[in-house]
């Protein structure tokens, strides 16, 4: 039993454009569907989960979802030559990373599945590495003509704006590497669907008329809004980079602090696209959030439920617990709960000094860890006296002047957090 699936996209604000007849086509039964994934990485990132999303609802609505690694063109690399994210890989690379891709995507798609529309992870090299140039041209390049592929918006865009450096031959004919995927597909295992972000209409309707010219059946196209932060900046990108699915690329914290961290404007779109929570559900949040907007309901309820998707609950329950570390809402021992890079995550920025271990065998004295040892604070009068005004604590902890850090206060065996008043951190790291 098929579901709306167009409609469901509609209401999420996940529908950019459909070739006509898409939504009739959907409703006819079982259909399959394909997104391309590249694979430059062995993670995916937040970039891609709009893409990924669109396929579990797919799956959900009774469909059958095909993930598309694009080994082939991951292989070429950039043909742009511009993106350091899209380097030139090897077999080997490309297998590995395909791996880690599928481990990632079970969390969203139902692979095991004993019913028909079991999602299907393929990969285009497995196809395209015995293809030959003179086959590929005679057999695929002769039905499309260059007008057709010059009459594309992403060429027209790629000419006028580059004009000086021009277009390479490889990124010319990308839209037919893409376009005979589709093909290949339909031919396959009937896949009449092609889905992506806006910006790859041209390349899946080229997929459309190879599978009518050649596959002589009938193709569609659906594409989803490219996601936008409502501050003009770019979503999934922070100073350190992508946002990534991979727990030691980007740790759940930082994960989990990103959606956190999200306007109420984006909060409003983000948690209809990346939960899979109810309209209902979602419009009794809008209600709550705008009755209270300073205690976040959306930004906390849509940090949760996607941490939870892409990590786990324990994972969600340590960085909750990591964001309280930073608001007094935490003891010592919520401090030692948190692995090494967590812990460096949270203090991020934070004044470190080392220390040997050999300063904790008989115990450092305050006003040298305040003071001599660290520069903490300015000198060891000033460092008397906040101890008198009980203002210095040790793992969250207020210490006096007689206290001693020992072994005993390490977190991980490394750190030792200062704190002065309520906003002051310091890190001790022990060596």
Known sequence: ????????????????????????????????????????????????LVGVMMLRHFQLAGHKPFALIGGATGMIG??????????????????????????QLSRFLDFESKESNAAILVNNYDWMKDFSFLDFIRDVGKHITVNYMMSKDSVKKRLSSEAKEGMSFTEFTYQMVQGYDFLHLYKAHNCTLQMGGSDQWGNITTGTELIRRIGGGKGYALTCPLITKADGTKFGKTE???????????????????????????????????????????KQLVINHKEAPHQRALQRKLAEEITIMVHSQVDLDNAIKASNILFGKSTSDDLKQLD???????????????VSITDLDE???????????????????????????NSISVNKEKVKEDYKITKNDLINNRFVLLQRGKKNYFVLVVN
């Open 340 to 354: 090494a890079k967590t812990f460096l995550d949270v203090f991020d920025g934070v004044p470190q000094a080392e």
């Open 363 to 389: 115990g450092l004295d305050m006003i040298a860890a305040l003071s001599a040892k660290t520069g903490f604070l300015g000198s060891n009068g000033e460092a008397r006296r906040e101890l008198k005004q």
């Open 240 to 282: 350190s980079g992508n946002v990534w699915l991979d727990a030691d690329r980007t740790s759940p914290y930082r994960f989990y602090q990103y959606w956190l961290n999200t306007s109420d404007a984006d909060a409003e779109k983000y948690i209809k696209i990346f939960t899979f929570l109810s309209k209902d559900e979602i």
């Open 78 to 103: 950039d043909p742009s030559g511009k993106s350091a994210e899209r380097n030139l890989l090897d077999e080997k690379t490309l297998r590995h990373n395909q791996e880690a891709l599928k481990e």
């Open 1 to 48: 039993m098929t579901k709306n699936f167009v409609e469901e996209l509609k209401w999420r604000g996940m529908l950019h454009d459909t070739m006509p007849g898409t939504e009739e086509h959907l409703l006819n039964g079982m259909q399959a569907a394909y997104v391309g994934i590249d694979p430059t990485a062995d993670s995916l990132h937040i970039g891609h």
